[in-house]
């Protein structure tokens, strides 16, 4: 099993900034991807950004020059720094890990963080 321990959310005037910690532990043979989801009460969850193990990154259109993924492969650690923040940008942020051993892929979800823009 692996486990994910994310940190960082909390409440933030807009045009602030937050910074997202998600750490893996546990029976990890190999990750291939980490990523943030979020979701806003009535919308659905949707991929903020996602980051391989090449470190190629991909992020949703509107977040693109505000948020950044990176990631600590030493520490199985991802992170997501978001700046200039919007009240559009509240909502539930949970971290996701993809691993793979000699025969399957894993998916791994955090419990979630709430991160809330408001003034």
């Known amino acids: 099993q692996v486990q994910l321990v994310e940190s960082g959310g909390g409440l933030v005037q807009p045009g602030g900034s937050l910074r997202l910690s998600c750490t893996a532990s546990?029976?990890?043979?190999?990750?291939?991807?980490m990523g943030w989801y979020r979701q806003a009460p009535g919308n659905q969850r949707e991929l903020v950004a996602n980051i391989n193990s090449g470190g190629s990154t991909n992020y949703v259109d509107s977040v693109k020059g505000r948020f950044t993924i990176s990631r600590d492969n030493a520490k199985n650690t991802v992170y997501l720094q978001m700046d200039s923040l919007k009240p559009e940008d509240t909502a539930v942020y949970s971290c996701?890990?993809?691993?793979?051993?000699?025969?399957?892929?894993?998916?791994?979800w955090g419990q979630g963080t709430q991160v809330t823009v408001s003034s």
């Open positions: 546990g029976s990890i043979f190999r990750i291939v991807a």
């Open positions: 996701n890990v993809k691993t793979v051993d000699f025969t399957k892929r894993y998916d791994y």
